[in-house]
């Protein structure tokens, strides 16, 4: 008969399959209980990252041990390990796991840009932000997530395709910015006509197959809504935050706040809202309110979070020498705002 004692020299010996640190040094082992009159065992462990094909294997590697050493039924619970304890080992990881984006030892900041409905410049205001991180001495990645309507290539005025080394995808870069999108792998602007899975692996391989070097923060220009895709980022990246875009229209803020609540929902810190199209403001310098006033304001107080800035409508100065359609540059009006709202992100999480 297996008693507690060997339980837990079993479990001890077995590695957490994303900190590759033995049960017994992360405190993994939660709780043993023995049932002796039908000779089960029951383990409460604590991992990294739940719901994973890695807890699989490892579910399947405790039922084999304790049943080698004797017991006849197992049954196991998984929980997610403390912040603290991850901290602690995050400290500890080699370069290669703390750049493993997917990794709970990430070091990288990951922010998701969403929006409750399309049209409200969402991928404007993704690919400003990152290159206004930039800026402020910040190394960046963005993904082009919008995977059915990929636009930030053209927005940034790309022209060279990323190149592919032993395997692995080395992103362009462009403002300072590294960058992978949909848009470098589809001829002629065809249309994505795929279902939700086969979207949810070309994600994982912008996440596992490119390098994305030694970076601080990865952007996500997600598409619009909540569909399988927005879904998708939310399980694979569960520490990830999330910006909400809207205009100043109170109906866009209502179907935004859908954005916001899958995000609160999937327990994902909201940081901020960003309100686009604000006004526009004539040669006299007066503002007039295109598309209504407060939407910004009312959203953030109902996500419970900040109004991170107010973006006016208007369209950046074009250099053909260096040409970004889409990207102001650092000292235009909207460029600044963009710089203040980089600036708050810092703020909020280093």
């Known amino acids: 008969m297996i008693n507690e004692q060997q339980v837990r020299e079993i479990l001890g010996q077995l590695q957490d399959p994303f900190l590759h640190r033995t049960l017994e040094e992360t405190n993994g082992i939660v709780n043993v209980s023995i049932k002796e009159e039908k000779n089960h065992v029951s383990v409460k462990v604590a991992i990294a990252k739940t719901n994973t094909p890695e807890q699989l294997q490892l579910q399947m590697k405790i039922v084999e041990k304790l049943k080698e050493a004797g017991a006849s039924t197992v049954g196991i619970r998984f929980e997610e390990l403390p912040t603290e304890v991850l901290e602690r080992f995050r400290g500890k990881a080699n370069e290669a796991e703390s750049r493993d984006i997917l990794s709970p030892l990430s070091t990288v900041k990951v922010i998701a840009i969403a929006s409750g409905k399309g049209g409200v410049g969402k991928s404007t205001v993704s690919v400003n932000l ?6 402020l001495g910040k190394k960046v990645g ?4 919008d995977i059915y309507g990929f636009s930030v290539p053209d927005m940034m005025g790309i ?3 990323p190149t592919v080394k032993n395997d692995r995808i080395y992103p362009v870069e462009r403002k300072g910015v590294k960058v992978i999108s949909m848009g470098f792998f589809v001829e002629n602007n065809a249309p994505i006509i795929w279902r939700g899975p086969m979207l949810g692996k070309v994600l994982d391989q912008f996440f596992r197959d490119v390098e994305w070097g030694d970076i601080d923060y990865l952007l996500l220009d997600l598409p619009p809504g909540t569909g399988d895709v927005a879904l998708d980022v939310h399980q694979a990246l569960p520490t990830s935050k999330e910006i909400i875009v809207t205009t100043p229209h109170p109906t866009a803020a209502f179907v935004a706040a859908r954005a916001g609540a899958m995000a609160v929902q999937t327990n994902h810190e909201v940081l901020g809202v960003i309100e686009n199209m604000a006004w526009y403001e004539s040669k006299t310098g007066e503002r007039e309110y295109v598309f209504g006033k ?6 953030a107080e109902e996500l419970r979070t900040d109004l991170l800035g107010q973006i006016p409508l208007g369209q ?3 250099d053909n020498e260096d040409f970004a359609p889409s990207i102001y540059e650092e000292n235009h009006p909207t460029g600044k705002i963009y710089l203040d709202i980089a600036q708050k992100v810092i703020n909020k999480l280093e």
């Open 159 to 161: 022209e060279e395709m």
């Open 130 to 135: 990152a290159v206004s991180l930039a800026r």
């Open 142 to 145: 963005l993904i082009d997530a």
């Open 294 to 299: 407060g939407g910004g304001q009312k959203l």
């Open 316 to 318: 950046p100065d074009w």
